[in-house]
């Protein structure tokens, strides 16, 4: 048989044996413990509330910056779980198709793609692959225009694949963008030719001068010399005597007059064929490239740029020609001699200063290829220089003395001619450039 249960309340049973008095202070004893653990307690949970409500406060604050961002974002964002459902869209999309948020997520992608995508599923379940073209279905029930579409695989937080993610651009924005660089690249190309040419204004000023003011010399000369045939002619036809007309030949120096006639006539045509030969040297730095390209002379087309850019320089060093008569290269003559006066120019502001300066040309051929090498004593070119000099904009060159698009044009130019542009140190000090374009 059980014991009998104790009648006594549970803290008498605690504190059997004690006096009452001490019983009583153990009970507030406990009491207070039992009140102290129940405010740490609380305390604790009112900490936690706080870190939580900061840590919610701070997830909300990312996910509305998040947010913003992906609705400033110009080009198209879509995001796909791993069966090709919408998962997020950014605003640009939703401007695209005129759809409304909640009528995207969750669907399949495939329903808002244009009927002529056709394998883009595929390219959603791998994951990756390389632009494409993809029209979206608008809310009108018609497509968008064609966008440039880019796929990437999207990934969980341990790294595995998770879905996709599609980015993209309008195609018409695209070429917008396209025709407004290559308009900016084609402004910069006239004017980077434009100060080629006013770099030799100088000279081809003082080239003109000399034979024009030949010319003006002997047609003054010619004049004069007309004005006393005149008189001569007027008196022999009025019928004067012998004595008359022997008189007036003496007077008027008729014979001296008809032995300078031939020169002056040779010397006036010869000037304006050196006028002629000037303009038609002019025409050559129109820098077009319409027609087919043509045999052209390397030797004549170095001579000729040489020529020009040491008359628009007071005081240009000799510059050594090695040039073979009859090596051609295939081109446009117009477009190789801007590359060939931008060599020379810069060949001469490297020695510029120096002591001995030199610049040496030479023209060789190299099988199918012929080149030209332009080559200088100068400083050289700086060791963390040498793989930027044919960039955009890239020059050692002061402030104000250069645009750093010479070389970039020039490179340019030379791949069009399906030929190489480089540039090396010479081991005993100084730049070289090579330029390397198929034989003529």
């Not at 406990?30 to 706080?50: C, F, G, N, P, Q």
């Amino acid at each position: 048989m059980a014991p009998p249960a104790d009648p006594r309340p549970p803290s008498a049973l605690s504190f059997a044996g004690l006096p009452d008095t001490d019983i009583a202070q153990a009970q507030e004893a406990a009491w207070i413990e039992v009140i102290r653990k129940m405010e740490e307690v609380y305390s604790d949970l009112i900490s936690y509330e706080i870190e939580l409500e900061e840590k919610n406060t701070a997830l909300e604050e990312a996910q509305r910056f998040i947010t913003s961002v992906l609705s400033s974002v110009s080009d198209i964002l879509v995001v796909c779980d791993s069966k090709g459902h919408i998962q997020q869209v950014n605003l640009a999309f939703l401007k695209l198709t005129d759809i409304a948020e909640i009528d995207l997520k969750g669907r399949p992608m495939a329903e808002f793609l244009g009927e002529d995508v056709g394998p883009l599923c595929h390219w959603l379940e791998a994951g990756t692959g390389g632009d494409r073209e993809v029209r979206f279905r608008h809310r009108d029930g018609g497509t968008t225009e064609p966008v440039a579409l880019t796929c990437a695989t999207l990934l969980d937080h341990r790294g595995l694949p998770a879905g996709t993610v599609l980015t993209g651009r309008p195609v018409g924005e695209l070429r917008r963008a396209y025709e407004a660089l290559k308009r900016a690249q084609a402004q910069l190309v006239q004017q980077e030719k434009m100060a080629s040419l006013g770099r030799l204004i100088a000279g081809v000023a003082h080239e003109l001068n000399n034979p024009i003011s030949f010319i003006v010399g002997n047609v003054h000369a010619l004049t004069k010399y007309r004005d006393r045939l005149e008189a001569y002619l007027a008196a022999i036809h009025a019928g004067a005597d012998a004595d008359r007309r022997e008189s007036l030949r003496q007077s008027l120096r008729i014979d001296g007059l008809m032995a300078d006639l031939p020169p002056l006539i040779a010397g006036t045509q010869e000037g304006a064929q050196r006028v002629a030969d000037i303009v038609k040297s002019l025409k050559r730095l129109s820098f077009s490239a319409s027609g087919d390209p043509e045999p052209v002379a390397l030797a004549e087309l170095v001579e000729n740029a040489v020529q020009w850019v040491a008359k628009g320089r007071k005081q240009p060093p000799s510059i050594s020609l090695d040039l073979p008569p009859d090596l051609k290269a295939l081109g446009h003559a117009g477009q190789l001699h801007q590359v060939l006066v931008n060599l020379v120019e810069n060949a001469l502001d490297a020695v510029a200063g120096r002591a001995d300066p030199r610049v040496a040309i030479r023209a060789v051929a190299a099988g199918p290829q012929v080149a030209v090498e332009v080559a200088d004593n100068g400083p050289g070119i700086g060791a963390d220089d040498i793989g930027k000099v044919f960039d955009p904009f890239f020059t050692t060159k002061p402030v104000g003395q250069g645009t750093g698009l010479g070389l970039w044009i020039s490179y340019g130019i030379v791949r069009d001619h399906a030929g190489s542009l480089e540039a090396a140190n010479l081991p005993d000090g100084g730049a070289c450039f090579r330029m390397s374009l198929p034989a003529g």
